[in-house]
């Protein structure tokens, strides 16, 4: 196991990644915010789905998915529909227009990632993305984390 000043660094450092967020989101387009970007992402990710898997999966509430859905909606990027097994609900689903506006924030990101990354080897891009789907797996198997102190 890591040391407690190794954990010390990795938190600065994910403060400091901040920075790198900030900088990939001012690739996409003016008129798809940060939010509605998720949506369309996970959207192609996960195929259609109803609002509330939606939420779950943004991990925000009922109400911000709503605007967030009545934004891309709005631009023709997605498609609600009734939900054959509940009337009440809605299923999403990325529109043809939607794709492309994903394909356009992807090509966008990754021309981005590609310059910044240029004097990266290819096993070291490798490496980071390996570590980083690991990160993620460690706490999506841990979704309420105990804090110790």
């Known amino acids: 196991m890591a040391e407690q000043a190794q954990y010390e660094e990795l938190v600065r450092q994910f403060s400091a990644f901040g920075a790198v967020k900030r900088e990939m989101g001012r690739t996409l387009p ?12 996970l959207l192609v990710r996960h195929g259609e789905m109803r609002m509330s898997k939606l ?33 009440r609900s809605r299923i999403l689903c990325l529109t043809p227009a939607g794709e492309d506006r994903v394909r356009e924030m992807s090509r966008r990101t990754t021309q981005l990632l590609a310059e910044r990354l240029s004097d990266w080897t290819d096993d070291e891009v490798a490496q980071l993305t390996r570590l980083m789907a690991r990160l993620r797996a460690s706490f999506d198997d841990c979704r309420t984390p105990a804090i110790t102190q």
């Open 55 to 87: 939420a779950e999966l943004l991990a925000v509430d009922m109400s911000v998915t709503s605007r967030h859905v009545a934004h891309v909606a709005e631009r023709g990027w997605i498609e609600r529909s009734p939900d054959p097994a509940d009337k």
């Open 30 to 41: 003016s008129d798809c915010p940060a939010g509605s970007a998720a949506v369309l992402t």
